[in-house]
């Protein structure tokens, strides 16, 4: 009997959350993986016998505590491991270094210029004044500015006051913050290339966007807004990779009674009456649900795995229209050993943090430059990590595994599809960046994954390959996420829903999607909730 | 000649060398009258060491008293409320001791070494407490302290770094087991202890051989990402497991000035470690009639809700006050909000519902958050690799 009470599409970290609240609340739930295996973009994989690599997503931040502590991850075997800093190579042979300590922070800082360090308090504070306007609307469903509901209004009210409370200037800086560049809005503080280049990095990772495009100043943002334990914007990584998330997740599902079906290949969600009836699947087997919830993007919810005719017109217009343009690539290394590079002493905390070799803005924004003519970056935006210095579990004892998120890389090469001669270029760029530093890195690689646009659409389903499905720009944010008049998770049809990282509060291992949407859908079925509020902002 | 004296100034420990020049943050505290690190680069990144791989921890100034004699084990029986009969040779046992009104003194680790050779490892000082009580039996205790180092080495990749050390066979040790090993011609002994929770040695040498064992730890501990740390990331891993703080969640009875501020095993939640089938310790009349009559407190492990620390909190039972916060941590593996509570009986029951008062302040201003929590039933972090046997590699 494939009868469920309901049934999420895709077993990625927002689709394993949302059936865990809804299995806790008591429901028959089945999440459908149409891989072999389970996650999604947040997985570990054995891709080189001995090295573990965390092949999509990299590290964890943004992953909401709330919902970590209510469905027990740790006790099902997740362990968040912090890691501190990070770094940036420039040109001349010396580094600008991210220290966690704010004293020996301002001492690097102060190396390259006494008044940037002295000005990144003031960037600080007025960068988490922006974080504490968003973060309380985490773990909420947006408020529908066009509904006269009671809860629509309050929620409104309260995100009007929150923003009317800053007083006039405040406010005039956050318009600005909300619609500004990365580039411009750092030049404002800073006069370092390599150190405005280090922060900058944060406001394009995931976006087709250059330091210079406007919106950009909101993803430097949504990358700060994480926290581990309490550190704002403190980055950490899941002991084991990233498939340790999906693990704990999927255990805690099961827990209540889920059910995790892998090998399902969702072909249409069934609809009848006007109502979701169920799942088929590529090969004909059929699951039957009266609630249908997709983690899938939304273009391939709305224009894959359902069938037009269910669905109104405007639904599919916005849905083709939504902005979901793949700009990142990603290699997976195991090395032989520790790279050196060069400036660094290789004993230096930071090797263990996040590592750039873009030391200014402007090369970020030629880097932008070759997306637009169609192309992979010849000088790309690297942000490079070594899991291996932290997570023991990750490769053999002395060796090392390398993440290199690699930007830019478009969807589709000069408008054809990418071939494996390009591919191959696309490597070449990013290895021959890391060996401009690293003498000893070439000799090192005993292993390499090269990911473009084209294998992460291919083998996690994420459109055009972007990372966030689809981009946190404003005019797909909050209210508009993944479109207006749909940003509460459900869907035109009734009994299907929504909970990807394309809807509110969008991407980066939050689970936020996933356990907003159960805690909707758990309402329309008049349950009584078991999602978590946020903790209270301070 | 210099112009002051220094006779004030703090001891170092016989890896102070070391430790000096891996203390980044120059952030010393003063442990027992020895200038110990608080922190050696980030206190949060010492912490995930002991967690995810191997941190290590200088606790030479932990007080040892060795006890030896053919009354060694009859004189402990008399000194600690557990049966030390149960302590086989090469074994450890966890104690604690109580005055004669059953108020505990001190806890600590009781180390067999051999039929009538015992090793007490404890916070307090215990000089003249331990001489007093060796009146009538036949033992000498000698006060060792100072003439052995030692280092906790903790964390899932703790085995495997000693191994490389040349403690050969050592995931066979079992929890609380003993290994003699020697280290460049001196002896080197390791238990299976700890104050983490998680996979973790403690691992004693002569002071001569201390900085070379240093050495060759984080030498050998390189690929193995060993690190230093300091007591603030020590702290946070001890609430985490749920491990109790002298001076911290109980006053040393000895040391108490004021009536009703001291504190009985049962009290602290120890009870399990007093054994009333022997005839005679110290406390024990005092503690038969407490377990008749009834503990004036119960030790409750909270989990509070939320994630602000509930640091020196007031216990709320509706609006009645009935108890106090000891220890509070926001625990970064467990990931929970986690606090240490004596509570007025009859309340702090498992299960028992109550409400933590919690005070903190962002930019001077404070604010007061009533924030509900749960007796729990046991620490927070459990970690399966703690009672291992043989240990894991990592």
């Known amino acids: ?538 | 000649m210099s112009y002051v004296s220094r006779d004030t100034m703090l001891l170092t420990t016989p890896f102070h060398s070391r430790v000096e020049a891996m203390c980044d943050l120059n952030d010393w505290g003063n442990w027992m009258g020895y200038t110990t690190p608080n922190a050696y680069f980030d206190v949060e990144l010492e912490y995930f060491a002991v967690r995810s791989t191997t941190g290590v921890f200088d606790l030479s100034p932990m007080n040892k008293y060795r006890v030896t004699g053919p009354d060694a084990q009859r004189y402990l029986d008399r000194l600690i409320t557990r049966d030390v009969s149960k302590i086989g040779v090469d074994r450890v046992g966890y104690a604690i001791w109580c005055d004669d009104n059953g108020q505990v003194m001190d806890d600590g680790t009781i180390f067999r070494l051999g039929e009538q050779d015992y090793r007490i490892c404890s916070y307090q000082r215990a000089d003249d407490w331990f001489a007093w009580n060796t009146l009538g039996f036949d033992v000498t205790i000698e006060n060792e302290s100072e003439s052995i180092a030692g280092l906790a080495v903790q964390g899932p990749t703790s085995c495997t770094v000693l191994t490389l050390l040349g403690c050969t066979d050592l995931n066979q040790l079992k929890p609380f087991g003993i290994a003699h090993y020697s280290f460049e011609g001196r002896p080197l002994m390791v238990s299976r202890t700890g104050f983490t929770g998680d996979l973790g040695y403690e691992v004693w040498v002569p002071p001569e051989s201390a900085e070379a064992l240093w050495d060759q730890l984080f030498e050998l501990g390189r690929d193995y990402l060993i690190k230093p740390i300091g007591s603030y990331a020590l702290e946070l891993a001890r609430i985490e497991a749920g491990f109790l703080q002298a001076n911290v969640d109980f006053m040393p009875a000895e040391e108490v000035v004021r009536v009703g501020r001291t504190r009985s095993p049962f009290e602290l939640g120890l009870g399990w470690l007093v054994d009333f089938k022997k005839p005679l310790f110290n406390g024990r009349s005092a503690l038969l009639k407490e377990q008749q009559q009834g503990s004036r407190y119960r030790f409750a492990m909270l989990d509070v809700e939320g994630n602000k620390p509930a640091e020196h909190s007031f216990i709320l039972k509706g609006d009645k006050q009935v108890g106090t916060v000891t220890s509070a941590a926001w625990c970064p593996t467990a990931k929970a909000n986690i606090a240490y509570a004596q509570i007025e009986m009859p309340h702090g029951a498992v299960g028992d519902e109550l409400v933590a008062e919690i005070y903190y302040q962002r930019e001077l201003h404070w604010t007061r958050l009533l924030a509900p929590c749960k007796v729990i039933d046991a620490p927070i972090f459990k970690s399966p690799k703690r009672w291992q046997t043989p240990a894991p590699p990592h």
């Not at chain 1, 300590?101 to 940037?116: G, W």
């Not at chain 1, 200037?169 to 030049?187: H, M, P, R």
């Not at chain 1, 943090?353 to 970056?377: M, N, P, V």
Request: with cysteine; aromatic share 10%; glycine share 10%.
């Open chain 1, 1 to 538: 009997m494939n009868q469920y009470d309901a049934i999420v599409i895709g077993a990625g970290h927002n689709g394993l959350t949302n059936g865990a609240y809804l299995a806790k609340a008591g429901l028959k739930v089945a999440v459908l993986e149409r891989n072999p295996y389970i996650g999604g973009a947040t997985v570990s994989r054995e891709l080189h016998k001995g090295w573990w690599y965390s092949n999509c997503s990299y590290v964890s931040s943004l992953l909401r505590p709330e919902i970590t502590r209510d469905l027990e991850l740790p006790r099902h075997g997740l362990q968040v491991v912090s890691f501190g800093g990070g770094a940036t190579f420039t040109r001349n042979g010396d580094y600008f270094g991210n220290y966690s300590d704010h004293d020996r922070h301002y001492r690097e800082m102060a190396r390259h210029s006494k008044r940037d360090a002295n000005a990144y308090d003031r960037y600080a504070a007025d960068t988490s004044l922006q974080t504490k306007l968003i973060r309380p609307y985490l773990m909420r469903t947006p408020p529908d500015p066009t509904s006269m509901r009671p809860r629509d209004l309050r929620d409104l009210l309260e995100f009007a006051r929150s923003f009317m409370d800053l007083g006039e200037e405040k406010l005039l800086d956050t318009i600005k913050f909300w619609t500004a560049s990365v580039g411009d809005y750092l030049n404002e503080y800073f006069e370092t290339d390599a150190i405005k280049a280090h922060m900058a990095g944060s406001g394009i990772i995931g976006t087709a966007l250059g330091v210079y495009s406007p919106g950009t100043a909101y993803v430097l943002l949504h990358h700060y807004m994480g926290d581990v334990d309490g550190n704002v914007g403190a980055w950490g990584f899941a002991r084991g990779g990233m498939g340790a998330i999906a693990d704990a997740l999927s255990k805690a599902f099961q827990s209540y009674g889920g059910e995790v079906i892998c090998d399902a290949n969702v072909d249409e969600i069934i609809v009848k009456n006007g109502r979701a009836a169920g799942v088929a699947l590529k090969d004909g087997t059929e699951y039957k649900a009266p609630i249908v919830v997709s983690n899938l993007d939304p273009k391939r919810t709305f224009l894959d795995i359902t069938n037009p005719s269910d669905l109104p017109k405007d639904v599919l217009k916005k849905a083709r229209n939504f902005k979901i343009r793949g700009s990142s690539g990603k290699l997976n290394i195991a090395l032989d050993g520790l790279p050196v590079f060069h400036g660094l002493d290789p004993r230096n905390r930071l090797m263990a943090g996040d590592l750039h070799f873009s030391d200014s803005l402007e090369r970020q924004e030629r880097a932008y430059d070759d997306w637009k003519a169609g192309t992979w970056s010849k000088d790309p935006y690297l942000d490079m990590m070594i899991p291996s210095l932290t997570d023991p579990t990750m490769a053999p004892p002395g060796k090392h595994m390398m993440s290199v998120f690699v930007q830019y890389a478009p969807p589709k090469v000069e408008g054809r599809e990418w071939t494996d001669e390009d591919k191959d270029g696309f490597e070449k760029s990013v290895i021959d960046q890391i060996s401009n530093y690293s003498p000893n890195f070439r000799d090192l690689i005993l292993h390499c994954e090269t990911r473009t646009p084209r294998e992460i659409e291919a083998e996690v389903g994420l459109t055009e390959g972007n990372i966030f499905m689809g981009e946190l720009t404003f005019d797909q944010l909050l209210f508009n996420r993944p479109f207006p008049g749909y940003a509460q998770y459900r869907s035109p049809i009734k009994g299907m829903y929504m909970c990807s990282s394309g809807t509110h509060p969008g991407g980066g291992v939050m689970a936020a999607p996933g356990a907003n949407a159960a805690r909707e859908i758990l309402a329309d079925l008049k349950k009584p909730n078991t999602v978590p509020g946020g903790y209270a902002d301070d």
